[in-house]
């Protein structure tokens, strides 16, 4: 398969083009003006999110499957704008397109775990992501194989949100959390990840959501600790109350840093088989990629 990878030089994105380059395919790197190169890519074209003329043009008629992994821009209009433009020339064509989104989309989940069922109730920092979300599906209707993956909170490669605990780890002595230690993320190993989008982009069929997520809910206290054995410091954990993480973080992110989740992903174990194999995110802190 000849895959569009849009982000591939980004955390997910990276590991996505490694591995589908592992698998056999060919990936084309779509990346933003100056890059020559990224790595799995054996192509790499030039275009930006922000611009939809670039975007159909790089989807050209070799290109069996497209993959977005870059980040929202923050402008519903314009990211709307950019589904419509990689999706144009796909439609008719049983093509792939695969869209990112996040578990974030499903807010608070409570006592209840969420699934690919569930309703979303978008926190604000991923306030208009289920309208794109629905963009993206309702061009099933017009003969895409669109799907949507949603991963956790993705761990691994010594990246990602995980990294940041380990470097607050590393200022304080200690480990530090936003609000609350019995906070839980959801999360998921960057290369398991990459695994879903490879068994997404084989079989999914059109119209479908995918957690990507193989730890439902991890407390964010343990994953603190983990970071804190990571950076080699022993102080005693300390709470970073919202409002004052808030001031530095910005209020969006802190709030999500502080959201409360419990997120299951049985439909990608039972629908497309996909199996897991790499450390849980507590094992990959403190004995595996950040220490
Ligand atoms: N990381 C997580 O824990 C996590 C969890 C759930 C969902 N997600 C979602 O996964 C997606 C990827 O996240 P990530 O963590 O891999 O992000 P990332 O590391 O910041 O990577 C973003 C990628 O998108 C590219 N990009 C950014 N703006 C662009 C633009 N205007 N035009 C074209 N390319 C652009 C970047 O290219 P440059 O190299 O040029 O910057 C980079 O390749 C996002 O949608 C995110 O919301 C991530």
């Known amino acids: 398969m000849r895959v569009l990878v849009i982000g591939a030089t980004g955390y997910v994105g ?11 395919h060919e990936v084309v790197a779509l990346a933003r003006p100056g890059r020559t190169a990224v790595a799995g890519a054996a192509e790499v074209r030039t275009g930006d999110l922000a611009d939809p003329a670039a975007l159909t043009a790089a989807v050209t008629p070799d290109i069996d499957a497209v993959v977005h992994a870059g980040p929202p821009s923050g402008d519903a209009e314009a990211d709307a704008a950019a ?13 792939a ?12 989940t409570g006592a209840a775990t969420a699934d690919e069922a569930s309703p979303t109730d978008p926190i604000p920092i991923v306030g208009y992501r289920p309208e794109i979300e629905r963009r993206v599906l309702a061009a099933a209707e017009d ?22 605990l380990v470097g607050w ?18 999360m998921v190993h960057v290369d398991d990840l990459a695994d879903l989008y490879a068994a997404v982009l084989a079989d999914a069929p059109a119209g479908t959501v995918w957690h990507g997520v193989t730890e439902p809910a991890v407390p964010v206290g343990d994953l603190a600790g983990a970071a804190a054995r990571a950076a080699g410091v022993t102080g005693e954990p300390s709470v970073w109350p919202l409002e004052k993480a808030a001031a530095e973080l910005g ?19 039972d629908r497309l088989g996909w199996r897991p194999s790499r450390p849980d995110a507590v094992t990959d802190l403190q004995a595996g990629s950040y220490a």
Do not use: K, N
């Open 14 to 24: 990276s590991a996505l083009a490694e591995r589908l380059a592992d698998a056999g």
């Open 83 to 95: 589904i419509d433009a990689l999706t144009a020339p796909l439609r008719g064509t049983g093509r």
């Open 97 to 108: 397109f695969v869209y990112t989104s996040g578990v974030w989309v499903l807010g608070a």
């Open 143 to 164: 003969g895409v194989r669109a799907t949507v993956v949603r991963p956790g909170i993705v761990h691994g490669r010594g990246g990602g949100i995980p990294g940041m």
């Open 169 to 186: 780890a590393r200022a304080d002595g200690a480990p530090r959390v936003v609000a609350d230690p019995a906070v839980r993320w959801p």
């Open 251 to 269: 209020e969006p992110f802190a709030q999500a840093l502080a959201l409360d989740q419990s997120v299951s992903a049985g439909q990608a174990r």
